[in-house]
């Protein structure tokens, strides 16, 4: 029998991992990444939530079996063009390169909102302003800093930049950053013990597992302070820190202070990508990502036969979720393409 | 002098920057699991006091945290100490300790007090 061809679009956790299982099937894996290395968003990441485990050292386990692979890895191509003509998928590259194939999986992923579009919160005006990756860069540097070089004595995080905002045109919540927040807040206070961390927030959804626990140990153990309210505008002082103005919903009254470094949290959007290869495959859902055949039956599913959907491209999604879903899908076209395990 | 039947209206707002929080670690000391609360209301609801006055620990004990002490010496006398509140607490926060704390932490900052 012929060996199928998949193909696989997107090298993060979603596209590594189901690559790397496909390829132990009777079929050609090629793997498609856009940027020059494998890994995907989640490389800038330092720690993982709720455990602090160590990105670097959980995604070279992964690239390391993929590497173990014969699969056929493009990095620095992106595809342009989906197409499917009588059961076959027409694919061409940004390098005017064609490829087809029996399957294709969409891992295409996410990006991160940008926080220019909130001009009131100062991103891009202020360098006290920063988003929740540099704030990781920092982490991962192990130095958290202003832009002066200084030890901030004050540091506030404000959840849903981009998120649950009809101004910006995204009504959904982004589910990583509440406890993303609070795991910085906790690295913040592990490294800098004397600093007074503010976290501002609308709900606090600490909806996975450990999350919880976690929040209640950022309260406990460490002192953060969590204060129910959006900051409506930042701006700077004299000595270039930054003003917030927020409402203490709970309290009843404004409240204001003045920060360090004011860290935003911002949400998940679908990737360029996802929107753009949906749209030309007939699958795009809401707000430019993928859908699925079936939110609890069909998830892996398209309504196209033979496009497969893993990993963020369909909602803002963990990585412990990206990576389970990453292998249900590799389940689906396994079945699919009535393929047997290599023996 | 002349009244002109007004005055200036003291700020509502909670300005963070000139809160000492030495005074709340005083609390979170003696009290550590004030550090806990989520301010979820439950020991309002459940106050015994707070069916014939008008009281609430959950907001007295956030307006504390907030550094905003100017009422709360007055609002601590409706409590009866009768501890309900700490019996419904979710998070497990000692709310009846933290009563009796504040009114010793208040006391010492010559805030008004009730006699012990």
Same mark, same amino acid.
């Given at each position: 029998m012929k060996k199928k061809n998949v193909i696989v679009i997107g090298g993060g956790p979603a596209g590594i991992e189901i690559a790397q299982i496909l390829s132990n099937y009777s079929c050609n894996v090629t793997l498609f990444e856009k940027e020059p290395q494998v890994g995907g968003q989640i490389k800038r990441i330092d720690k993982l939530f709720p455990d602090f485990i160590v990105q670097d050292e959980m995604m070279q386990k992964l690239i390391s079996n993929l590497e173990k692979t014969d699969i056929q890895i493009h990095t620095d191509t992106e595809i342009k063009d989906i197409e499917q003509i009588d059961n076959i998928w027409h694919l061409k590259t940004n390098k005017e390169e064609a490829f087809t194939a029996d399957a294709v999986v969409l891992a295409t992923g996410f990006k991160t909102f940008d926080p220019k579009y909130k001009e009131e919160l100062g991103y891009g005006i202020y360098p006290g302003v920063i988003t929740t990756l540099e704030f990781e860069d920092m982490l991962k540097a192990g130095k958290i800093q202003t832009s002066a070089g200084e030890e901030p004595r004050r540091i506030a995080f404000l959840n849903c930049v981009g998120s649950r905002d009809e101004k910006v045109g995204n009504h959904y919540c982004s589910r990583v950053c509440c406890i993303n927040a609070v795991k910085q807040s906790i690295e913040t206070k592990e490294l800098l013990p004397n600093a007074e961390v503010f976290c501002f927030y609308m709900d606090l959804r600490m909806s996975g597992q450990f999350y919880e626990e976690l929040y209640r140990k950022s309260q406990e153990k460490h002192g953060v302070n969590y204060i129910r309210g959006r900051i409506s505008e930042a701006s700077s002082t004299f000595d270039h820190r930054i003003q917030i103005k927020s409402e203490d919903t709970l309290a009843g009254l404004p409240l204001k202070m003045t920060v360090d470094l004011l860290?935003?949290?911002?949400?998940?959007?679908? =990737?360029?990508?996802?929107?753009?290869?949906?749209? !030309?495959?007939?699958? $795009?859902?809401?707000? #430019?990502?993928? /859908?699925?055949? =079936?939110?609890?039956?069909?998830?892996?599913?398209? !309504?196209?036969?033979? $496009?497969?959907?893993? #990993?963020?491209? /369909?909602?803002? =999604?963990?990585?412990?979720?990206?990576?389970?879903?990453?292998?249900?899908?590799?389940?689906?076209?396994?079945?699919?393409?009535?393929?047997?395990?290599?023996? | 002098m002349d009244s002109w039947g007004f005055s200036i209206a003291k700020t509502r707002t909670i300005d963070i920057d000139s809160v000492d929080f030495k005074v709340l670690a005083r609390l979170t000391d003696k009290v550590p699991s004030a550090k806990r609360c989520i301010m979820c209301g439950a020991c309002a609801a459940t106050c015994s006091a707070a069916n014939f006055v008008d009281f609430s620990f959950r907001k007295t004990h956030l307006l504390f945290h907030r550094g905003q002490f100017s009422n709360i010496s007055e609002e601590l006398d409706k409590c009866m100490l009768c501890g309900k509140c700490k019996l419904v607490c979710l998070r497990g926060v000692n709310t009846r300790a933290i009563i009796y704390n504040l009114r010793i932490i208040l006391n010492d900052m010559n805030y008004k007090r009730i006699a012990l």
């Open positions: 860290v935003l949290m911002i949400g998940v959007e679908a =990737s360029e990508g996802t929107t753009n290869l949906s749209a !030309k495959a007939g699958i $795009l859902g809401e707000y #430019g990502f993928a /859908k699925s055949l =079936s939110l609890h039956l069909k998830d892996n599913l398209t !309504k196209k036969e033979g $496009l497969f959907l893993a #990993g963020a491209c /369909k909602r803002p =999604s963990t990585l412990r979720e990206v990576i389970a879903d990453a292998r249900a899908a590799a389940f689906e076209v396994v079945n699919y393409l009535k393929m047997e395990i290599n023996g | -």
